[in-house]
């Protein structure tokens, strides 16, 4: 069992910065692939960054330059840094882990609010 608990939202103006925080207890960290969902009012969530145990990372187009995912497994903690913020980019942010091992099970932290405005 892993327990995700994300940090890091709020309120920022366009062309803001932000840092999440997605933080894991419970189980081996470094087993799981981490990642960064999120989701508007009414759309679907979507994939932001991803990042596998051995670093290789993968975004989505619309935040490829800006936004980068990173992990410190001593810390069981996953990083996005999201720079030049658009209000398109706001959203509900979700941590996601899914272990690489069987079984193959899958985790979902309950999500910070990003909200970009002027």
């Known amino acids: 069992q892993l327990q995700l608990v994300e940090s890091g939202g709020g309120l920022v103006q366009p062309g803001g910065s932000l840092r999440l925080s997605c933080a894991a207890s419970?189980?081996?960290?470094?087993?799981?692939?981490m990642g960064w969902y999120r989701q508007a009012p009414g759309k679907q969530r979507e994939l932001v960054a991803t990042?596998?145990?051995?670093?290789?990372?993968n975004y989505a187009d619309s935040v490829k330059g800006r936004f980068t995912i990173s992990r410190d497994n001593a810390k069981n903690t996953v990083y996005l840094q999201m720079n030049s913020l658009k209000p398109e980019d706001t959203a509900v942010y979700y941590c996601?882990?899914?272990?690489?091992?069987?079984?193959?099970?899958?985790?979902w932290g309950q999500g910070t609010q990003v909200t970009v405005s002027s």
């Open positions: 996601n882990a899914l272990r690489v091992i069987t079984p193959r099970t899958n985790y």
């Open positions: 419970g189980s081996s960290f470094s087993i799981y692939a």
């Open positions: 990042i596998h145990t051995g670093g290789s990372t």
